[in-house]
Structures are given as structure tokens and as C-alpha cells.
């Protein structure tokens, strides 16, 4: 107790806080309590899009014959339709993991309730599939981990109305032991079993072993995200569509030099994207490329020189990245400078994982940063037509979910920047 009061003032002292706001300090991790249930019992429910109009829904089994068979209908207890999957499983070390089942449903009507059961077994889940057409409202949070502020964060999310949650990286902070991507899994199950959960890699993801294991093993089998769907041959990058929003998932962790499979599928993909269709532009990474934090300062820079120019011909009207705790916006940028026909970049890795805040900032403020801070927290993006959107941040408060920061953003294509001379820029970029 005595310990935890020091470090608590310790804290306090160190951070350079605004003269009315005392942060409150970082929390211990968070227990769910696991009562045992038959082992064919499913656990660890999450869905994710896979597809126009398809959801992939994932869970785990203790029971090896368990069957990946999804019922689901659009009434309560009625399944008229039903769709079987597939099975994964891995083993690290002393651990072999669950049975982890993949089954991949639909076609679903947009915007609908549908109530499903995982394997013949356990309990009824609910699920809200996404509009057709905008307005859409995404909530954000990167960094997650499972501490009590990761069960505030979550319990804030769970308040706002969203159709689509996304993870800019770092999900479990397992760091090598595997239960805690088992408990993780649990934790995040009332929230991810029933809205989408579009997830990107961070660095405690990777967990390789020289010699020994390969990067992001638990992470692939567990968190397996629509790459084939679109057209990629890594589960750590890919993209989807939602209600005229195309979102691009990128990895931090995976080759991206120009010579790279992910820079040569980013290309492909980027000149897919038909703005008629989807008018907002998405990128998500884990290290930020704009970041005035000493916090993981200059870390993006790479990954920044290789691909910055494709999201720019592309006109990307938001970035979103992790891996520094605090929270940062910027105005619209491009190659270090402020720039109207660039994007806005978002730091959101405040969700509430076990290593506390990063408190430190490199001053004076630069030019392009307008808004940092560094609290736990998450966000929310409405995107209302064509032309805006609306962005908020809300700091985990006393428990309270504070708006702290927003913004209305209007769309690159309605602000002229999606001009003749930069499509035929994009084109000469995008040939293969
Ligand atoms: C699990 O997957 C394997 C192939 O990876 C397949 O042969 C087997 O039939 C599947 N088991 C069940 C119960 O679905
Ligand atoms: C889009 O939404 C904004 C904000 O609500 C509104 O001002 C604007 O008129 C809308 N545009 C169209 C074309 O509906």
C-alpha cells in the first residue's frame, strides 16, 4: 500500500500535467474470473469483417473435436442458416493452445441484429453487421492491453454507439506467455462478439524467438483478419470496405522497402481504391509517423520515407497509429510539413496497457502537432457523408468518459485535392 502511494506520487511529480487535470496513476492488471465450463465450450468470441457482407466469427475450444460450426438467424434462438469453418492451433514453448475455430458467415444483411451460437454449444451471442452507406461511426483504441484502464476504456467504447472497432496494434501484451492471450480473449468478448474488430500488428505481437519461433504466431492464429479477401498473402496487411470508407491495415513489423511484398500490395490496392465508391480514405500502422513524444521518437521514420509518397498520391484523408502511449493529432501533413492536401495523423496508443503512460514531449510544440496529451483514453469517428466527419477523443477521466479533443475533417476529395495533376501522379506511382 505504502509502495503503491509513493509510486503514485512519484508519478504525479514526474509528469508534466496540465495545472487543472491531476492524472490518476496506471492500474493493475485486470481479472476476469474464469469458471471452468465443458471443454467444448466456446471462449474467447470475437467477429471480424470478411468480405462484402460476410463476418468471420472466431472462438476457442478446449475440446479438440469440437466442430466450427456457426448457427445464426435474425430472431433469438432461431438459426435458419448455418456455416462450418475452419480449425487452427499452435504451440509455444509449454503451451499448445485451444482448438481456434474460424468460421466465416453470410451473406448478413447490412445494419442488422443476428443472434448466433458457436459449435452446437454455450451461449447465444448478438451481433450488429454495418450500414450499406455512410453516416458510420468507428470507435479507436491502440495499446489495449489488460489493466483496469483497459476495462474503463473498454467500458467506454461499450457506451458509444459504433458500428466497427479499430486497433491500431498491441492487443494482449501476452509478451511471451500465452494465457494471457486466453485471458485476453475473454476480456474483450462482450464488445468483440458483437461489433467487428479490425486489428493491425504492434510490437507485442511479434513474441519470435531467434532460433526457436517465428514472429507473430499467436497473433495470426488467433487474430486472423480478411488478407485473402483482399488480395494480400500476409494477415499482416491487408484492407476492407465498409459503407463507402476503404480502410487500409498496415504493418509496422512486416517488410516495407520498395522491393517488399507489402509495398508491391499496397501499390495494387491503393489503385483499386474508386473514391466515388468510397470517398474516405483510411490507413492504420502501429508506429506513428508523426510524433512530437520522446516516447519511440524518430521510430517510424523508415517505414515514413518508404511509403509516405503512395499515401499521399492516394490522398489518405487519416492515419491512425499506436505505440506511443499518449494521445497526438495532427493538422493535415505531408513530408514533415503542414500541407492542405495531406493527412491528419493520429497517435491513439492511450488504451490502457500495463506500461503507463509516456509523459514526455519535445518542445516547443512542433507546427504540425495541434492537440497531444497524455492520458488514457480512446476515440470515435463518425463519418457523417461524403464530405465530413467528426473526430473525438474522450480521456478515461475518473472513470468518466471526458471528450478531451475534437475536430470536424472534411474529406481530401472535397477540398480540391483530388485534382487531374495528382491523379495522373497516383497513376505514374501506382504502376506496377
Ligand atoms: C480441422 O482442420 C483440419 C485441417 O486443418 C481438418 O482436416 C479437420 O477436419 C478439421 N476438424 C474439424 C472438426 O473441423
Ligand atoms: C455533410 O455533413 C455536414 C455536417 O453535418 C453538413 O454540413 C453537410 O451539409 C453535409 N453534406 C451533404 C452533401 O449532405
Sequence with gaps: MELKLLLTVLLIQSATVPADYIRPPPRKAFHLPWHSKPSSYPQQVHISLAGDQHMRVTWITDDNSAPSIVEYGTSPGQYDSVAEGENTSYSYMFYNSGKIHHTVIGPLEHDSVYYYR??????????????????????????LGQTGWTKSTLDHIDQCKYNVHLLPGDLAYADYIQRHWDSFGRLV?????????????GNHEVESIPLLKDGFVSYNSRWKMPFEESGSNSNLFYSFEVAGVHIIMLGSYADYDEYSEQYRWLKEDLSKVDRKRTPWLLVLFHVPWYNSNTAHQGEGADMMAAMEPLLNAASVDLVLAGHVHAYERSKRVYNGRVDSCGSVHITIGDGGNKEGLAHKYINPQPIWSEFREASFGHGELKIVNSTHAFWSWHRNDDDEPVKSDDIWITSLISSGCVDQKRNELRNKLMTP
Design 118 to 143: 458457436c459449435g452446437q454449444q454455450g451461449p447465444e451471442f448478438q451481433l450488429r453487421t454495418p450500414p450499406a452507406q455512410l453516416p458510420i461511426t468507428f470507435a479507436v483504441a491502440g495499446d
Design 189 to 201: 468478448q462482450p464488445l468483440a462478439s458483437a461489433r467487428p474488430w479490425m486489428v493491425t500488428q
